[in-house]
Structures are given as structure tokens and as C-alpha cells.
């Protein structure tokens, strides 16, 4: 399966909005850390806000930084993924590593 075509923006509202990265300012191209349980499990690129269209082969890199298949991608923008969803999934993941 493929990653939608995804503005920027949109998946830039996703992450930041449902799994509240840490992101420090200052940086022109901004980096989030994902913590689960007080301990950093994901580091991430997050895309600036233009309304560019992000295709798969770019997609798939965040998506992977964020430890989810593509399918739970689509899912994390179009906003049927929440936030609490998304760490009980990334929580699986890293005990199943």
C-alpha cells in the first residue's frame, strides 16, 4: 500500500497536533523527538507549512521515523489515527523489537 498525497501542512498538523513531538525552535527545519515513557523513541523531520503536495517517496520517510506502517499513516493524517492510538501502537511496536 501507498501513502496519499499529503500536503505539507496536513501531515505538519498531524504530527504536531495528535503525538506532540518535542520540537525545539529556532531551527529552520524543525525536528521532533517522540517520548514514550520518559524515554526519546523517535526522532522526526517535521515539514514546514506550505501547501506543497508530499508524495509517497518522500511520505514514507516520516512515516518510518514514526515507527508506522503506511496504511496507520493515511490513517494519522485524515485524522481517523488519534493521538492516544498512535502510543498504544508505537508501544507494541517497541516491545515487539
Not at 517522540?34 to 520517510?61: C, D, F, Q, W
Amino acid at each position: 500500500m501507498k501513502i496519499n498525497d499529503f500536503t505539507e501542512k496536513q501531515i505538519r498538523e498531524a504530527i504536531i497536533g495528535k503525538i506532540k513531538p518535542l520540537v525545539p525552535t529556532g531551527c529552520k527545519h524543525q525536528k521532533g523527538v517522540v517520548y514514550l515513557e520518559g524515554m526519546a523513541v523517535a526522532t522526526i523531520t517535521i515539514p514546514n507549512s506550505h501547501k506543497r503536495v508530499m508524495h509517497h517517496n518522500k511520505s514514507k520517510h516520516i512515516a518510518a521515523a514514526l515507527k508506522l506502517e503506511c496504511r496507520e499513516f493515511n490513517d494519522l493524517v485524515k485524522c481517523t489515527l488519534t493521538g492516544p492510538k498512535y502510543y498504544k501502537i508505537l508501544k507494541t511496536k517497541i516491545a515487539n523489537e
